[in-house]
């Protein structure tokens, strides 16, 4: 059975940084592209983030690029999302999925973000 | 990399049909045959429901289908069920590895 958990989520300070993980199971996860999604409060989905199965290579959403940073590691089967300097609107539900071909399969449950001062 | 358009809200009693809309551009929906639909119920994940324009996940039922004509896809329910009440989702490939969703649509069963 897939399943993605995620983790690190929590209040931070405006300008502030967090690193998010998750850890990956029942598939072959060094194979497979991964995604960061987020939702804000209320609001809708927001692709944010992909890797490719090595890491070479990785793409962001215009809003967020310089400031997140994706990566992973695949010999313990987890993915990252680094954020720094955090504004309010980074506020929401940040989800990782497998990426397979052109969509996501299997998402995990999320973690919160919450920037306030 | 504006989001894809979607109606806000769509309705219909149990049994009806309804069909959501999700229009983009040439560079996004009109540009590739990859067109993905996500329901989202309150407080959940969200779940593939079709991939690649038309197709379903094994276990999704086969009143979802989807389709596709321009800059526009859409996303039937047939025989609508309570538990089809939903947040749905689209999303389009936009080339050079990026994504994009749609805005949303609130499915509400009369």
């Known amino acids: 059975e897939v399943q993605l958990v995620e983790s690190g989520g929590g209040l931070v300070q405006p300008g502030g940084s967090l690193r998010l993980s998750c850890a990956a199971s029942?598939?072959?996860?060094?194979?497979?592209?991964m995604t960061w999604v987020r939702q804000a409060p209320g609001k809708g989905l927001e692709w944010v983030a992909n890797?490719?199965?090595?890491?070479?290579?990785?793409y962001y959403v215009d809003s967020v690029r310089g400031r997140f940073t994706v990566s992973r590691d695949n010999a313990k089967n987890s993915l990252y999302l680094q954020i720094d300097s955090l504004r309010g609107e980074d506020t929401a539900i940040y989800y990782c999925?497998?990426?397979?071909?052109?969509?996501?399969?299997?998402w995990g449950q999320g973690t919160l973000v919450t920037v306030s001062s | 990399q504006s989001a894809l358009t979607q109606p806000p809200s769509a309705s219909g009693s149990p049994g009806q049909s309804v069909t959501i809309s999700c229009t983009g551009t040439?560079?996004?929906?009109?540009?590739?045959?990859?067109v993905s639909w996500y329901q989202q119920h309150p407080g959940k994940a969200p779940k593939l429901m079709i991939f690649?324009?038309?197709k379903r996940p094994s276990g999704v039922p086969d009143r979802f289908s989807g389709s596709k004509s321009g800059n526009t896809a859409s996303l039937t329910v047939s025989g609508l069920q309570a538990e089809d009440e939903a947040d749905y989702y689209c999303?389009?490939?936009?080339?050079?590895?990026?994504?994009?969703f749609g805005t949303g649509t609130r499915v509400t069963v009369l």
């Open positions: 890797i490719k199965p090595d890491g070479s290579d990785k």
């Open positions: 999303n389009s490939y936009a080339g050079s590895d990026s994504y994009v």
């Open positions: 690649e324009v038309t």
């Open positions: 029942g598939f072959t996860f060094s194979t497979d592209w």
């Open positions: 999925a497998r990426h397979y071909f052109q969509y996501f399969d299997f």
């Open positions: 040439s560079s996004d929906v009109g540009g590739y045959n990859f």
